[in-house]
């Protein structure tokens, strides 16, 4: 990598560092936990960029051939299933999907059987990154698999993957904003709403499924997210406002296509049939999946929003 190619990459956090108070001011609390948040933010949409940046062609070599957008949707109810069999959290099963993603961006994969290998892994790789989870799992993760993938199999591909990813392994999913989206958004309200809580984890699992989200920042598909659950709970409201453009930093219009998509995947237009719709089915979920969705289409309130600048 050449000194330039180094610069850009540390950029972010140069910015950070240049933004930074030259002199402390008496009295002046610079870890205030709003001047916290306020950094982590800031490197979190840096990171995303970069991110960006390593998955630019992704949609150009894999999202052409409508084969493996079909063969996508089953790799996520694979490892959606696989991830609850064995007790995994949503942010890993996300984070795996960031390593396919990156990875597949790299090394174009066309074998349905290597894909579901490449899956896999980046659920491995995902369980000792975000949990953890030891060596020895790889055994456990064949044990719970309706495939003739071995564990050898996956420590190889474990170790290609890592050197193709660079070790790279903490940049930002939608999982990583929508958390901190949703604890903005929950101070709106007297109490906790957890149907809010849960149709947003129920959209974010249903994105992973399009392979046409992959071109979305994390921030941009989070934000699309909290504007349509919004929407879908409270459908005679104004889903967008000034003071949510200012929190998330995206008008409606920027949202516009995002929302789209989205609100296809969660009407069923887009791949009717997913595990991933009878999970949110359950009452630990409060049936997310079965709520109606509104007569109303979110789209009729971009006029009035485009109106108001928003």
Known sequence: MDEQESSKKREPLSTMEEERPSKVQKNEDLTAP????NR???YLYGM?????????????????????????AKIVDVLALLSCRLGLDQDTLHAAFSYYDRYNSLNPVVDTDKLELIGVSSLYIAGKYEERVGMKQSFYFVQFMDSPIADGQILNMETEMLGCLRYKLGYPTVKTFLRIFLDKVQKDYEEK???????????ADLSLVEHECCKFKPSLLASSIIFLIKFLIQPNSQPWSSTLEQRFRYMASDMKECVNILYELRSGKRHRKLEIREKYRQDQFLGVAKSPLPELSPFIFYDCLKDAGL
């Open 193 to 203: 709403n957890l149907q809010l809580e849960h149709m947003a984890s129920y959209i």
């Open 40 to 42: 982590v933010i800031e």
């Open 34 to 37: 709003e001047e916290i948040d």
């Open 48 to 72: 995303e960029e970069e991110l960006l940046l390593k998955k630019m062609n992704f949609e150009q070599r894999m999202g052409i051939d409508d084969t493996l957008s079909i063969y996508r």
